[in-house]
Structure formats: C-alpha cells, structure tokens
C-alpha cells in the first residue's frame, strides 16, 4: 500500500463527509423545523429514531443497513430494479449509511436553536408584512446561523470518524470505500504504525481544527445570546 | 379609516367574545385581568390565531369574515409585542427598515426619520440590541411598527417588560404619537394608570367577555363596574390649562365643574390636561371650608353611593357635569347625611397630572 492510496483514503473520506453533510443540511433542516414546531402527540417516536444512532453499537446499524442495501434487500433490490448495483460495497452505500449514522448530530442542534428562537420573531415578522419564505430565510436562518454552523460541522467530524458502519456496508474497497479510519485499522493490523500514525494525527488536527472552528464562530455570532 | 372588529376566539379555559371599533384618531384601552384574553383578541386581529371566527374589518376592506382569512403578513397592522421582539441579528437601523423595505411604496405615509425622531431614536441607530435596555427596545419596536404606516397600531401591554422610571417615559412617546398620527389605536394593559392617561374609549375584559364598552372618562366612574372595587378607583377629568400663579408654581385648570390648581408650572396656556383624581383623596364637607389647606375645592351633588366593604362607602359626586369619586367611611357617610341629590363641597387633597 502506497501513499497515493493513503491520500485516496482521505479524498473519499472528505468527500463522504462534505456529500453526506450537505444532504443532512438538506433533508434535517425541515425536519427539524418540524420536530420544533410540530404538536404531534408522537412526536417523541420520530425523535427516538432519530436519536438512535447515539447508542446503538455501529455494527447493529450497519448489519441492518447491510441487508437493507445488498441485492435481497428492499432498497438494494429496488436499485438493482432500477439497473443499478446492489448499494452495499459501493460509495452511494456509504453514503446512506453515513446520513442515518449522522442524522441526530445535525437534527439535534438545529431543533434546538429553532426551539430556542421560539415564534415570536417569525411572528413579528410576519406583523411586519414578511411573508412565510422570507421569514424563513430573512429571520430564521441569519439568526440560527450559529446552529447551522455546529450541525454541520458536528455531521462532518462525525461521518469522518464512523468506522463500524463503514466496515460492515462498505467493506474496504481501495478508491471506491476504503476511508481514513479503516486504513488506520489496517496499517495496525499490518504493523505499519509510521503510516497509522501519519493518518491518526492528521485526522486529529483536522477534528481539532474543525471543532476549534465551530466554537470560535459561535462565540463570534452569538446573537441569541442576547 | 376605521377598524372594526366581532370575534369569538375559543380558547382552552374559555371563549374570548368581542365586538369593538377603533376610530382614527382614537385611543381604543381593552383592559382586564391577565389570562382574560387581551393578547387573544389582538393576535386575532392582526391574523397570528387561526382559529379565531368572525369579521375584522379595516376602512371597509375586509380583512377576515366567514370565509376568507388574510394572513398577518398581508393586513396592514403595526404591532408592538411585550417583550419588543426586536430582531436580534440586526442592528436598530435595520430593525426599522425590516417593516419599511416591505411595505409597498404608496401606502407609505410616515417617513423613517419621522419615526426616529418621534421615539428619539437618532443616537441608537448603530447600536446592536444586545446593547439596548428595556425602554430602549421597546422604543425601537414603537419605532418599527410605526415605520410601516400602518392602518391600526397595536399596542399589547408594550410597558409589561420596561422598569419603572422609564414607563413614563414610553408613555409619554405614545401619548405624542397619538397627537402626531393620524393612527387608531388599541391599546391592551392591565395597568388602570396606563388605559387612564392613554385612552378615549376603553373595553372591558372578563374571562373572554365583554362586560363594558364606551368612553373612558364615563366607565372609570361607574360604581357597578370593578373599577370602584379598586384601591386606586380615581375618576379621570379632561381639562385645559386656564392660567398660571407663577409665584406659588401652580398651573390652573378649567374643567366642567370648576378650576383645579396642580402643582406643575410648565404646562402651555391653553393645552389639553387629562388629569386623575383618585377617590381616597377626596374628602367631604357639608360647608365651605374657608381656613383648610387644601386648594381644590368645589360644590358637588352626591349622585350615588355604593357599600365598599363594611367600613367604606363609594360616592359618585356630579361637580357641574364632570364626575369625581370619593371614598369615605361609612361613619362619616351617615354623620353627613349622604343621599342622592345632596349638595355638598368636596375637597381634593391630590390631583395627578397624566402628562
């Protein structure tokens, strides 16, 4: 194993990141809007779902993901229907495994900034002749901003360091699912620690950084705190 | 240009009831305990609850009936909440251009300095609202509501979350909004001081019903409305200012019945003075008292009386027309002789300018 697959490694595992934080942001944000505001009497059995990932052991996820994405499961089989590839062992696999392991770590910061804005400042927008979508991206957002920014980088640092979902739906394919936390197992495995090491302290200051980045901002934003 | 409002707003505990018009160039009060449904009614006017049923009417131009519902955003409402709500990730200048930017350009009627400098707001407008106080953001809420011309300005207990010394002041900005602006207003408060000074008509609030409607100066000196049960029932006299006794700093107010000295020097010849006598400051006598310290005095015919618990009576005294109440006990009430239609002097201890 050579450095250029190493760096290959880091690409896949940034470009996980990167792909299965924008879809979060995407998919979370309504949800969590909704969870916020929503009266529903259950709600609490979407939230326990969603909270799952926080305690269930990665290798349960990924066993259930596994058999939900290989050719005899449904979303694998509808895949395949569709004249697609199975999606276990493969890139957009891992992607769907990554949103489901990540999903509380966006969904939660964003519930809560959106509860802890409450509706009197969309109200009085609204007073204001704002209508609903700009209330939505005049005032919810600009003034959320601070938990946009840790859930995104919360559902980033996280899917970089997810390793059991990986290893049990993404195998350890070099260039298509071979990501940094399962090189590292490997050049363990194989006694090559120079090389565990390299990645191990890469991956340290990039979290360290990244976290460093989320308090920093929020410290500079910190509108609500008012 | 006026609003006109029938709703029924159900609520958990109880149905809210209301039917009310609000006049230009009018104060409307809805006065009532907390919980009887102030907010309710207003929120229902300006479209922020759904399931409110009935008509809201603005100059002719419907705004809700039976089978239409104009969202918030479209009704043309300057609301100002209790906790100002003021837009945290702008500074006050943009909080005040938020309304403004969206109100389309002809119904423009009140300019953004006009706003600024009528809650004298000029030195604030960089500031960030994390940096304002209390009566500092409720000014620029007054300021921002007022900024988007709106057809009615409402008012829900603006003054619940301003300390003390700075309600005055607030009050006195509405009270020069009112002079200034053509604006009808409906004013929400729980504060008997506050619907006194501020307004022309006043509406009764009780666990969502409608107990009494009509002009302030007449329902405040009703005995069978709550008002009387009050520590501070005070009967409010509209007056002008008459003239002035520079040497002793008094400034001498017509009304109905007489002239009433206060103790203020500065107010302008010929200025329109509202003024609040509270009942326990007026004493009774069967005579003229021409040796007492008390300067206001004036002859009265008692009109009624009701029991205030065992000790206390509540008089109605009718002063040439104007209305003033008086608390006296019961013991003195008989040693008098008080009846309806007995003419006797009553002697103000106290008078409250409201300016």
Same mark, same amino acid.
């Given at each position: 194993?050579?450095?250029?697959?190493?760096?290959?490694?880091?690409?896949?595992?940034?470009?996980?990141?990167?792909?299965?934080?924008?879809?979060?942001?995407?998919?979370?944000?309504?949800?969590?809007?909704?969870?916020?505001?929503?009266?529903?009497?259950?709600?609490?059995?979407?939230?326990?779902?969603?909270?799952?990932?926080?305690?269930?052991?990665?290798?349960?996820?990924?066993?259930?993901?596994?058999?939900?994405?290989?050719?005899?499961?449904?979303?694998?089989?509808?895949?395949?229907?569709?004249?697609?590839?199975?999606?276990?062992?493969?890139?957009?696999?891992?992607?769907?495994?990554?949103?489901?392991?990540?999903?509380?770590?966006?969904?939660?910061?964003?519930?809560?900034?959106?509860?802890?804005?409450?509706?009197?400042?969309?109200?009085?927008?609204?007073?204001?002749?704002?209508?609903?979508?700009?209330?939505?991206?005049?005032?919810?957002?600009?003034?959320?901003?601070?938990?946009?920014?840790?859930?995104?980088?919360?559902?980033?640092?996280?899917?970089?360091?997810?390793?059991?979902?990986?290893?049990?739906?993404?195998?350890?394919?070099?260039?298509?699912?071979?990501?940094?936390?399962?090189?590292?197992?490997?050049?363990?495995?194989?006694?090559?620690?120079?090389?565990?090491?390299?990645?191990?302290?890469?991956?340290?200051?990039?979290?360290?950084?990244?976290?460093?980045?989320?308090?920093?901002?929020?410290?500079?934003?910190?509108?609500?705190?008012? | 240009?006026?609003?006109?409002?029938?709703?029924?707003?159900?609520?958990?505990?109880?149905?809210?009831?209301?039917?009310?018009?609000?006049?230009?160039?009018?104060?409307?009060?809805?006065?009532?305990?907390?919980?009887?449904?102030?907010?309710?009614?207003?929120?229902?006017?300006?479209?922020?609850?759904?399931?409110?049923?009935?008509?809201?009417?603005? !100059?002719?131009?419907?705004?809700?009936?039976?089978?239409?519902?104009?969202?918030?955003?479209?009704?043309?409402?300057?609301?100002?909440?209790?906790?100002?709500?003021?837009?945290?990730?702008?500074?006050?200048?943009?909080?005040?251009?938020?309304?403004?930017?969206?109100? %389309?350009?002809?119904?423009?009627? %009140?300019?953004?300095?006009?706003?600024?400098?009528?809650?004298?707001?000029?030195?604030?407008?960089?500031?960030?609202?994390?940096?304002?106080?209390?009566?500092?953001?409720?000014? %620029?809420?007054?300021?921002?509501?007022?900024?988007?011309?709106?057809?009615?300005?409402?008012?829900?207990?603006?003054?619940?979350?301003?300390?003390?010394?700075?309600?005055?002041?607030?009050?006195?900005?509405?009270?020069?909004?009112?002079?200034?602006?053509?604006?009808?207003?409906?004013?929400?408060?729980? !504060?008997?001081?506050?619907?006194?000074?501020?307004?022309?008509?006043?509406?009764?609030?009780?666990?969502?019903?409608?107990?009494?409607?009509?002009?302030? %100066?007449?329902?405040?000196?009703?005995?069978?409305?709550?008002?009387?049960?009050?520590?501070? !029932?005070?009967?409010?006299?509209?007056?002008?200012?008459?003239?002035?006794?520079?040497?002793?700093?008094?400034?001498?107010?017509?009304?109905?019945?007489?002239?009433?000295?206060?103790?203020?020097?500065?107010?302008?010849?010929?200025?329109?003075?509202?003024?609040?006598?509270?009942?326990?400051?007026?004493?009774?006598?069967?005579?003229?008292?021409?040796?007492?310290?008390?300067?206001?005095?004036?002859?009265?015919?008692?009109?009624?009386?009701?029991?205030?618990?065992?000790?206390?009576?509540?008089?109605?005294?009718?002063?040439?027309?104007?209305?003033?109440?008086?608390?006296?006990?019961?013991?003195?009430?008989?040693?008098?002789?008080?009846?309806?239609?007995?003419?006797?002097?009553?002697?103000?201890? !106290?008078?409250?300018?409201?300016?």
């Amino acid at each position: 194993m050579s450095l250029h697959s190493d760096l290959m490694a880091l690409w896949i595992t940034v470009k996980l990141a990167a792909i299965t934080t924008l879809i979060l942001l995407l998919i979370g944000t309504p949800l969590a809007w909704w969870l916020a505001r929503s009266q529903w009497r259950f709600k609490f059995l979407i939230e326990t779902v969603i909270a799952l990932p926080l305690v269930l052991p990665p290798t349960v996820l990924g066993f259930y993901l596994l058999i939900m994405l290989g050719p005899n499961g449904p979303i694998g089989g509808l895949s395949e229907s569709m004249g697609g590839r199975p999606l276990a062992f493969t890139f957009s696999g891992l992607v769907i495994g990554s949103v489901f392991y990540s999903l509380p770590f966006v969904v939660q910061p964003l519930q809560n900034v959106f509860t802890a804005i409450g509706d009197n400042v969309m109200e009085q927008a609204a007073t204001l002749r704002a209508g609903p979508l700009d209330r939505f991206f005049n005032v919810m957002l600009p003034i959320a901003r601070p938990g946009f920014l840790t859930a995104a980088v919360l559902g980033f640092a996280h899917t970089i360091g997810e390793f059991g979902v990986v290893l049990m739906i993404g195998g350890n394919i070099p260039g298509e699912t071979r990501v940094v936390s399962i090189a590292i197992y490997d050049h363990v495995e194989s006694l090559e620690y120079t090389r565990a090491h390299l990645l191990s302290a890469g991956l340290l200051l990039l979290s360290f950084l990244m976290l460093m980045a989320v308090y920093g901002l929020n410290r500079r934003f910190s509108v609500l705190r008012s | 240009m006026s609003l006109e409002v029938k709703l029924n707003i159900p609520r958990r505990d109880f149905d809210v009831n209301v039917s009310l018009e609000v006049t230009p160039g009018q104060v409307t009060a809805v006065f009532g305990p907390s919980g009887c449904g102030k907010t309710s009614l207003m929120r229902a006017i300006a479209g922020l609850e759904n399931t409110a049923n009935g008509d809201v009417k603005m !100059a002719g131009e419907i705004w809700q009936d039976a089978d239409f519902f104009r969202p918030p955003h479209q009704r043309d409402v300057g609301y100002v909440f209790q906790d100002a709500s003021l837009f945290p990730h702008l500074d006050v200048y943009n909080n005040l251009q938020f309304g403004l930017k969206r109100q %389309v350009s002809d119904k423009r009627r %009140v300019s953004l300095e006009q706003a600024i400098d009528l809650l004298a707001l000029s030195p604030l407008l960089k500031r960030r609202i994390d940096k304002l106080s209390g009566g500092e953001k409720q000014r %620029v809420a007054i300021a921002r509501a007022v900024a988007t011309s709106p057809s009615v300005l409402l008012f829900d207990e603006p003054l619940a979350a301003v300390d003390i010394p700075h309600k005055q002041e607030i009050l006195r900005y509405i009270q020069s909004l009112h002079q200034e602006l053509d604006i009808p207003m409906l004013y929400v408060s729980h !504060a008997i001081e506050e619907v006194a000074r501020l307004s022309d008509n006043l509406v009764l609030l009780d666990k969502g019903q409608q107990l009494a409607s009509g002009e302030t %100066v007449d329902l405040l000196s009703q005995l069978n409305l709550p008002f009387a049960r009050y520590e501070e !029932a005070a009967a409010v006299v509209d007056s002008e200012v008459a003239g002035h006794e520079q040497d002793y700093g008094l400034s001498l107010l017509r009304f109905a019945g007489g002239h009433i000295r206060v103790t203020r020097s500065e107010l302008a010849l010929g200025s329109r003075v509202r003024v609040r006598i509270l009942a326990r400051d007026v004493s009774l006598t069967l005579s003229h008292p021409e040796d007492s310290s008390i300067l206001n005095i004036f002859p009265a015919v008692v009109e009624s009386m009701v029991a205030d618990g065992t000790a206390l009576r509540l008089v109605r005294l009718n002063a040439g027309g104007q209305i003033i109440l008086s608390r006296v006990t019961a013991k003195s009430a008989d040693k008098l002789g008080l009846v309806p239609g007995k003419y006797i002097y009553a002697q103000v201890k !106290a008078v409250s300018p409201l300016v």
